[in-house]
């Protein structure tokens, strides 16, 4: 497991900081609760997607490439941070939104991460939720090649095995960080939509050996499906690294009881996981992965599922850019705790 074999570019803000949240933990009774800051990865505002972009973007180059294409819900973090790597590389960037929410509200559609792609300089178009949107990203860049440019396509999420490169760099990372401070790390929590973050993450947790069982708390897909994409991914990981059926099925474990109406469609317990995230620790998370991550966790440790005495550490996958788009939904949630 080399990753100095794969071309990258070095543009994340790495190490991101490992910190332990003492007034969550106090808050909560349980484990001692901990945060792996990839909400602090650099380009616009940071996130998960910065690190698999460190690998995609490096591959766009290394084929020449002049012309980046990808696609994701209205409000996606990884089409803002795709938009902020082709700005520094100099690439083209187009962008396609898949309207998943069907909302109408100006700010989410116009506001938070979509905002952000503008003023980097990718163009958005639109599409219909439940399109193909694979398919059209092909048609897109035949289109553009037409017109005499260099296409590379970025899957959704930026989750192929080249993305999830970036999350066994992470678990590296972390790995590192925990043993530098002695730190015995019982519990790796993270979102999981995509599958790109948990698929690395496991893959570089198994490989190294390190004993630290991983749970996703899912933002869309249901349980056996979500589970599926995440090993399927994983193998091919391995695969690409050299280290092919480190990951067994049974190490890939999804939790997708916080989903709730669908992707990108706040639960109550979503909004307060975000405020108490913000409010105990000054933290912020985001409506549609990282506040339905928090959501989990905490309700899980509510539950006993984490014990007193355990370290769980929780990965922040970033998104804060989104908050902008969902104020209605806050202001809704404000209204009704106030009644
Ligand atoms: C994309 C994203 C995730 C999910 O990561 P995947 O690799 O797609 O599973 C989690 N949190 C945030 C903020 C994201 O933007």
Redesign the pocket.
């Known amino acids: 497991m080399h990753l100095a074999r794969f071309p990258r570019v070095f543009l994340a803000h790495l190490p991101t900081p490992l910190e332990r949240m003492d007034r969550l933990t106090k808050e909560l009774g349980g484990p001692e609760i901990w945060i792996k800051r990839d909400?602090c990865t650099g380009m616009s505002t940071g996130?998960?997607?910065t690190r698999?972009l460190e690998f995609l973007m490096a591959e766009a180059l290394a084929e020449g490439a002049d012309t980046v294409i990808t696609q994701g819900a209205t409000q996606?973090?990884?089409a803002r941070q795709t938009a902020a790597f082709a700005a520094k590389l100099g690439l083209a960037c187009h962008i396609l939104l898949e309207d998943r929410t069907g909302s109408n509200d100006a700010n989410y559609n116009g506001n938070g991460n979509v905002l952000l792609d503008h003023l980097h300089g990718a163009t958005t178009s639109k599409r219909a939720g439940g399109t193909d949107m694979a398919a059209e990203m092909v048609t897109l860049a035949l289109r553009l090649q037409g017109e005499g440019r260099k296409t590379f396509i970025i899957p959704g999420?930026?989750?192929n095995p080249t993305?999830a490169l970036g999350?066994v760099n992470c678990a590296l990372e972390l790995l590192a960080q925990a043993n530098d401070r002695a730190l015995v790390i019982d519990h790796l929590v993270?979102?999981?939509?995509?599958?790109?973050?948990?698929?690395?993450l496991i893959t570089g947790l198994k490989a190294l050996n390190s004993g630290i069982p991983l749970l996703?708390i899912g933002?869309r897909a249901p349980r056996e499906k979500q589970e599926e994409s995440v090993f399927n991914l994983a193998l091919r990981t391995a695969e690409k690294l050299g280290c092919p059926g480190v990951v067994s099925r049974a190490d890939v474990i999804a939790n997708t009881d916080y989903v709730g109406a669908g992707y990108g469609i706040p639960r109550a317990d979503t909004l307060e996981a975000i405020q108490l995230f913000a409010q105990m620790e000054g933290i912020l998370l985001?409506p549609?992965?990282?506040g339905k991550?928090a959501a989990g966790l905490i309700d899980l440790i509510r539950k006993g599922h984490f014990k007193k005495g355990q370290r769980i550490v929780f990965l922040h996958?970033?998104?804060a850019a989104?908050l902008f788009g969902y104020d209605a939904v806050f202001a809704e949630h404000q209204k009704v705790m106030t009644v």
């Open positions: 909400d996130g998960n997607k698999k996606s973090n990884h999420g930026g989750s993305g999350y993270t979102a999981t939509g995509s599958a790109g973050t948990q698929a690395g996703g933002v985001d549609v992965y990282s991550g996958t970033g998104g989104g």
